[in-house]
């Protein structure tokens, strides 16, 4: 299993980046996939998940802001992230079929 996050930067207050994360190595079309992302000095945390069939869940603290996604041809997941604030901070990891990817970092400030 090999998964690869990209598109993390720097970005101001109220901005947007998206992310993604290029599976291989086990059928992705059959796996849920997740993002989580750690801040500085806290745990790990689940951000956002969707499901073999495209239902999706999100944490209380980035619903209505996040918006995760899948493309079953691309092998590829995308977490789009609007309205971005300070507390967002984080380094942002894709998991699946029990792995997790390097992370991607994200940093919202002004």
């Known amino acids: 299993v090999q998964l690869v996050e990209s598109g993390g930067g720097l970005v101001q207050p109220g901005g947007s980046l998206r992310l993604s994360c290029a599976a291989s190595?086990?059928?992705?079309?059959?796996?849920?996939m997740m993002w989580y992302r750690q801040a500085p000095g806290k745990e790990r945390a689940l951000v956002a998940v969707i499901s073999s069939g495209g239902i999706t869940t999100y944490a209380d603290s980035v619903k209505g802001r996040f918006s995760i996604s899948r493309d079953n041809f691309k092998h590829t997941v995308y977490l789009q992230m609007d309205s971005l604030k300070p507390e967002d901070t984080a380094v942002y990891y894709c998991?699946?079929?029990?792995?997790w990817g390097q992370g991607t970092q994200v940093t919202v400030s002004s």
């Open positions: 998991g699946a079929a029990g792995s």
């Open positions: 190595g086990f059928t992705f079309s059959s796996y849920a």
